[in-house]
């Protein structure tokens, strides 16, 4: 029911991105979707991978630091106010959203990833509000 | 002027002489009263009466920072703690301070040497002093504190930190000496600069110590400043600053020496080394009460000249430092060793013992980065958590080493690994000419 996601720390410098894509590339693992959250020095990219158990071992193996969290992964209408009704939702809950973003989108409709402060919690209130939460395998797959 | 011309510029026999006599009332008391000193003399099959002269001091046992830490805290002390009038301490290598403690008559011989001192550089009681030395556990501003009192400046206690505020009391009050670090006297000229008082300061003489700097960096300040600025030299084991000072003619230290007695010797072998070379400057405290050390290895590489100075002066002259015997790093006048670092880390769950200590001089101010490797089990997906962690870290440093510590995360492996022994320092700032 939670999609594993990749995170992977990296320096703030030239190369280091390249790297981790390289391996990944190298070993042939898709990546499906990423955010980069960066600071002056360093940052932190998280990626929904066609293999995630086999991404992180390779990485690890090539001296990166990489783990698998779980994070939700919730499906939406292509169409105005569908954010708002998922923001609202979890606001009602009391659940904070750490960061999110764009898991895929087409004209017709849209993903998003989403770390809750409280996963399942998160995910409880994702499904009582009739939210249709994406298939781990289907992810990975996209 | 010379503030005290019979020892300062007493002859060499006659020194010795003094020096002899010191000595054996020295080894006697601390035979007697430290258990330390008496079981490793018994143990080298030494007694009080072998000790016939100042010459006989090489068969003494040495003293370390080690042997100070595992007495920790008035272990090595020859008085009961009722004949202590003052206690100071310094940063040791794993995180228990050093600590060091004086008598009454501890304290007189102490402001007795910076007054000395102070006189060497052309300071006289007609001065207005600034001592922005930290004042506390910190020997540098209570020890140049009581010897400009002793003088009869008059001394303003500044300590360190707001450096506008200070500037503006040196041009108000008319300050014509100060006393602090060498590199934040850079920067107090930088800030002399930007506020554009220069000219309108009395300021005319310049006593730096605590930490080491090169000739070059000693020029600088008098030409930016037009001011003489001279070394003082000291150390709390010893004392604190005071121990050694260069008079106006440059040519070295001239060590304190009725009160310390001062050897090279080399640092593997331990044997002693003819003026000129190189080697470990080795103190023995003469006339110390509170805590008498016998041969304090400073690990502080030098040579000496006994012969009398152009100034008239007879006590022996050390010459800037060398270098260190060990791995100890003086920043911002505060004693860090590696292992300090090392120790707090491994403290912290999670954060691998893998680091790089990174030491610089921004501004004339002495900085540390400390460079830690981050493996999966320590970073989080999350920026909030990171920057916790990074604050984690420097605050985990800044309380074990007592300065402000830069930490900065980078990948594993990054960090360069050598066999047997791994590189935790690169030391940016140039301290040796």
Redesign the interface.
């Known amino acids: 029911m939670y999609l594993k996601?990749l995170?992977v720390?990296?320096?703030n410098r030239e190369g280091?991105l390249d790297n981790i894509t390289d391996i990944l590339a190298k070993n042939d693992i898709n990546i499906v979707c990423l955010s980069l959250?960066d600071?002056s020095?360093?940052g932190?990219i998280?990626m929904i991978v066609s293999d995630p158990e086999k991404a992180k071992e390779v990485l690890?193996a090539e001296?990166?630091?990489?783990?698998l969290?779980d994070v939700l992964a919730i499906n939406m209408e292509q169409k105005a106010g569908s954010l708002n009704k998922l923001t609202k939702t979890m606001t009602k809950a009391n659940i904070n959203i750490?960061?999110m973003y764009t898991l895929n989108s087409s004209k017709n409709a849209g993903s998003m990833v989403l770390?809750c402060s409280d996963i399942e919690k998160g995910y409880a209130a994702a499904k009582e509000a009739g939210f249709d939460l994406v298939d781990p395998d289907t992810a990975y797959n996209m | 002027m010379i503030w005290n011309e019979a020892r300062e510029c007493m002859s060499r026999d006659e020194m010795a002489n003094m020096q002899g006599a010191r000595l054996k009332k020295l080894v006697a008391n601390v035979y007697h009263n430290v258990e330390f000193y008496r079981k490793k003399m018994q143990a080298m099959g030494l007694e009080p009466g072998d000790i016939k002269g100042i010459e006989d001091i090489t068969k003494l046992p040495f003293t370390t920072k080690n042997d100070l830490r595992d007495n920790y805290p008035f272990g090595l002390l020859a008085v009961p703690n009722s004949q202590i009038v003052r206690v100071h301490a310094s940063s040791g290598t794993t995180g228990k301070a050093t600590v060091v403690a004086y008598t009454r008559r501890d304290i007189e011989a102490w402001q007795e040497c910076v007054a000395r001192d102070l006189v060497m550089c052309g300071i006289t009681k007609e001065d207005m002093i600034q001592v922005a030395y930290g004042y506390g556990l910190f020997t540098g501003g209570l020890g140049l504190h009581y010897g400009a009192e002793n003088l009869g400046c008059m001394t303003v206690p500044m300590s360190t930190g707001n450096t506008k505020r200070l500037v503006t009391m040196m041009e108000d009050f008319g300050v014509t000496a100060i006393a602090c670090t060498p590199s934040y006297l850079l920067h107090i000229a930088e800030v002399i600069e930007e506020m554009g008082v220069k000219d309108r300061l009395k300021l005319k003489t310049a006593i730096c110590g605590a930490e080491p700097w090169t000739e070059k960096m000693r020029l600088q300040i008098e030409e930016k400043l037009g001011i003489n600025a001279h070394d003082i030299y000291g150390l709390s084991e010893v004392c604190g600053p005071g121990v050694a000072c260069d008079c106006g003619f440059h040519k070295g230290l001239h060590v304190q020496e009725d009160h310390f007695y001062a050897e090279i010797v080399n640092k593997e072998t331990l044997d002693p080394m003819a003026d000129g070379e190189v080697g470990e400057l080795v103190f023995t405290t003469l006339t110390k009460e509170g805590l008498p050390l016998l041969r304090y290895r400073t690990k502080d590489l030098t040579s000496i000249d006994h012969s009398p100075c152009e100034c008239g002066r007879t006590t022996p002259r050390i010459s800037k430092f060398k270098g260190r015997s060990d791995d100890m790093l003086i920043i911002r006048g505060v004693n860090v060793f590696p292992s300090q670092v090392e120790t707090a880390l491994l403290e912290i769950e999670g954060v691998s013992p893998h680091y790089l200590m990174i030491v610089d001089r921004v501004n004339n101010l002495d900085t540390l980065e400390v460079q830690v490797e981050v493996d999966e089990s320590l970073f989080s997906d999350e920026i909030k958590e990171m920057e916790n962690l990074t604050k984690k870290i420097s605050a985990a440093l800044q309380s074990a080493l007592l300065i402000a510590v830069k930490v900065k995360l980078v990948e594993p492996r990054t960090l360069e690994r050598f066999e047997g022994k791994s590189k935790h320092v690169i030391d940016k700032r140039v301290l040796v000419d």
């Open positions: 996601q995170i720390f990296l320096e280091r959250a600071t020095e360093y932190v998280r690890k001296g990166c630091s990489a783990r969290n750490e960061y770390k």
